[in-house]
């Protein structure tokens, strides 16, 4: 779903609720809240939850499919709790899967603009929105910068996670 999309839902619900604690504080208090989750970091932060969960979810979930449930008995047999579970046999069958559905996020929400750009504090600029206004100011030159940044902090997780799971594979030696 398109993040403008995505940011006119967020905003309904917001406003709706900043509206009704507003009233209702009107009414019993006399006191008038303004706004408490409209226009803050909490919209973009829910924009971005909405946007890119389905994202980390499969991702998440195929590597879960990795996990068998004989792996859960054997585990148990041999007298393992279901923490010591999680961290011995779930936590590295599902790490390379995880940083993966990490980075993935992440490289999206730094190039995401709709969703930002509707739904940011004043004053709040990532590197998109400074792309962006700097692009449509007609000042390429300096628009070229955070557009580098943009595509340099995005390749070096992929670069470095590369590694990482290249290193995790089974057969490689773990020196």
Same mark, same amino acid.
């Given at each position: 779903? &398109? +993040?403008?999309?995505?940011?006119?839902?967020?905003? #309904?619900?917001?406003?709706?609720?900043?509206?009704?604690?507003?009233?209702?504080?009107?009414?019993?208090?006399?006191?008038?809240?303004?706004?408490?989750?409209?226009?803050?970091?909490? +919209?973009?932060?829910? @924009?971005?939850?909405?946007?890119?969960?389905?994202?980390?979810?499969?991702? @998440?979930? @195929?590597?879960?499919?990795?996990?068998?449930?004989?792996?859960?008995?054997?585990?148990?047999?041999?007298?393992?709790?279901?923490?010591? /579970?999680?961290?011995?046999?779930?936590? &590295? #069958?599902?790490?390379?899967?995880? #940083? /993966?559905?990490? %980075? =993935?996020?992440?490289?999206?929400? %730094?190039?995401?603009? &709709? *969703?930002?750009?509707?739904?940011?504090?004043?004053?709040?600029?990532?590197?998109?929105?400074?792309?962006?206004?700097?692009?449509?100011?007609?000042? =390429?030159?300096?628009?070229?910068?955070? @557009? =580098?940044?943009?595509?340099?902090?995005?390749?070096?997780?992929?670069?470095?996670?590369?590694?990482?799971?290249?290193?995790?594979? *089974?057969?490689?030696?773990?020196?």
């Amino acid at each position: 779903m &398109p +993040g403008s999309v995505i940011a006119v839902g967020v905003l #309904l619900v917001y406003t709706r609720f900043d509206n009704t604690v507003d009233g209702w504080m009107r009414y019993n208090f006399d006191i008038s809240t303004g706004l408490i989750l409209t226009g803050t970091v909490a +919209g973009v932060v829910l @924009a971005y939850l909405v946007r890119f969960l389905a994202i980390s979810f499969n991702t @998440a979930e @195929a590597s879960l499919a990795k996990v068998t449930e004989s792996m859960d008995w054997a585990a148990r047999t041999l007298g393992q709790r279901p923490g010591t /579970t999680l961290r011995r046999v779930h936590a &590295p #069958l599902m790490w390379g899967s995880l #940083l /993966t559905a990490s %980075m =993935l996020v992440f490289v999206d929400v %730094m190039k995401e603009l &709709p *969703a930002t750009i509707i739904l940011r504090p004043f004053n709040f600029d990532t590197l998109a929105i400074r792309t962006y206004q700097l692009a449509s100011d007609e000042r =390429l030159v300096d628009a070229s910068s955070s @557009a =580098l940044a943009i595509v340099l902090a995005g390749i070096l997780p992929v670069i470095v996670l590369s590694f990482a799971i290249a290193r995790s594979r *089974a057969g490689h030696s773990h020196d």
